[in-house]
């Protein structure tokens, strides 16, 4: 780890269903093996060349992340499997694993590593999203708890993620000081927000300190879709624990592989992107 880092661990949450990978989309037409794999929402392991989280994984590499933690459904996943075999591979790093027995959101997916969380700060980040290494390396050097906050324009520009969806994200309201006071879902009017002229917008990238496992345990789950969410589990640490999170800006954008239409366009975005590990030669795909 860099002297100057606060951490090079990162818990990365790939337990959930994958529902809207799942989805049929009218029209488009997929090879049959990415096919299989969509069909069973394994995201991590569309093949993007080499699976995409092999991409995501390699990002933080380059970012001096050298422990990780992989949440992963229940039973023998093909992506447990897959990440078992690679973690034999890696020569200057750990790759461990935490189950979530049901999908109930992602901070219950990040409670259940717990364990392998301790005492000490860690990252956590999607398993569908691509980082540039900058953005986590900023995060990683940052006084933890803080969050990365992507400006929304430069998170358009750089991105694969339609412009009318980034607009619908979750705004950051952050203080004079550069502490987030609040994530906001569906501001009435986002531009409110706007620090400097530039509007700050949260993607569940965070360095946290194990007092969100307090959170976790304390919070109720989301009124419409009945999980237990990350975002809430940090404002009530901010509200009830006193928490202060940093806000992290960046100005790069993120890779987003949450549906089948997204598959063209991250395919395309990181045909130049080297995975340097080695992997698995065949993947099992039940």
Same mark, same amino acid.
């Given at each position: 780890?860099?002297?100057?880092?606060?951490?090079?661990?990162?818990?990365?949450?790939?337990?959930?269903?994958?529902?809207?990978?799942?989805?049929? $989309?009218? +029209?488009?037409?997929?090879?049959?093996?990415?096919?299989?794999?969509?069909?069973?929402?394994?995201? +991590?392991?569309?093949?993007?060349?080499?699976?995409?989280?092999?991409?995501?994984?390699?990002?933080?590499?380059?970012?001096?992340?050298?422990?990780?933690?992989?949440?992963?459904?229940?039973?023998?996943?093909?992506?447990?499997? &897959? &990440?078992?075999?690679?973690?034999?591979?890696?020569?200057?790093? #750990?790759?461990?694993?935490?189950?979530?027995?049901?999908?109930?959101?992602?901070?219950?997916?990040?409670?259940?590593?717990?364990?392998?969380? +301790?005492?000490?700060?860690?990252?956590?980040?999607?398993?569908?999203?691509?980082?540039?290494?900058?953005?986590?390396?900023?995060?990683?050097?940052?006084? #933890?708890?803080?969050?990365?906050?992507?400006?929304?324009?430069?998170?358009?520009? +750089?991105?694969?993620?339609?412009?009318?969806?980034?607009?619908?994200?979750?705004?950051?309201?952050?203080?004079?000081?550069?502490?987030?006071?609040?994530?906001?879902?569906?501001?009435?009017?986002? @531009?409110?927000?706007?620090?400097?002229?530039?509007? &700050?917008?949260?993607?569940?990238?965070?360095?946290?300190?194990?007092?969100?496992?307090?959170?976790?345990?304390?919070? @109720?789950?989301?009124?419409?879709?009945?999980?237990?969410?990350?975002?809430?589990?940090?404002?009530?640490?901010?509200?009830?624990?006193?928490?202060?999170?940093?806000?992290?800006?960046?100005?790069?954008? $993120?890779?987003?592989?949450?549906?089948?239409?997204?598959?063209?366009? $991250?395919?395309?975005?990181?045909?130049?992107?080297?995975?340097?590990?080695?992997?698995?030669?065949?993947?099992?795909?039940?």
């Amino acid at each position: 780890m860099n002297k100057t880092s606060t951490t090079d661990r990162a818990m990365i949450l790939a337990g959930g269903l994958g529902t809207r990978m799942q989805k049929q $989309v009218e +029209g488009l037409t997929l090879d049959e093996s990415t096919t299989k794999i969509a069909d069973q929402g394994a995201k +991590g392991l569309i093949p993007i060349g080499r699976p995409f989280l092999d991409h995501t994984l390699q990002a933080l590499l380059d970012a001096g992340c050298r422990d990780f933690c992989l949440i992963v459904p229940a039973g023998a996943s093909a992506i447990r499997k &897959y &990440y078992e075999a690679v973690s034999e591979q890696l020569a200057d790093a #750990a790759l461990d694993f935490a189950v979530q027995g049901e999908p109930l959101g992602t901070a219950h997916a990040m409670a259940c590593g717990r364990d392998w969380a +301790g005492d000490r700060p860690f990252m956590v980040f999607n398993s569908d999203n691509f980082y540039m290494p900058r953005t986590v390396g900023d995060l990683m050097a940052a006084p #933890a708890p803080a969050t990365v906050a992507f400006e929304r324009e430069s998170l358009i520009a +750089g991105s694969n993620i339609p412009a009318e969806r980034i607009r619908r994200f979750a705004v950051m309201d952050i203080d004079a000081s550069g502490h987030v006071k609040r994530i906001v879902e569906k501001p009435d009017d986002p @531009d409110a927000y706007a620090v400097g002229g530039k509007l &700050y917008l949260s993607m569940n990238c965070f360095l946290l300190t194990p007092e969100i496992f307090t959170a976790c345990d304390s919070i @109720d789950p989301h009124p419409q879709r009945n999980e237990y969410e990350l975002p809430t589990a940090v404002q009530y640490s901010i509200e009830k624990l006193g928490l202060t999170y940093t806000a992290v800006p960046s100005a790069e954008g $993120v890779l987003d592989l949450t549906a089948r239409t997204d598959i063209a366009s $991250v395919r395309k975005l990181l045909s130049g992107h080297k995975v340097r590990f080695s992997g698995p030669d065949h993947l099992e795909i039940g």
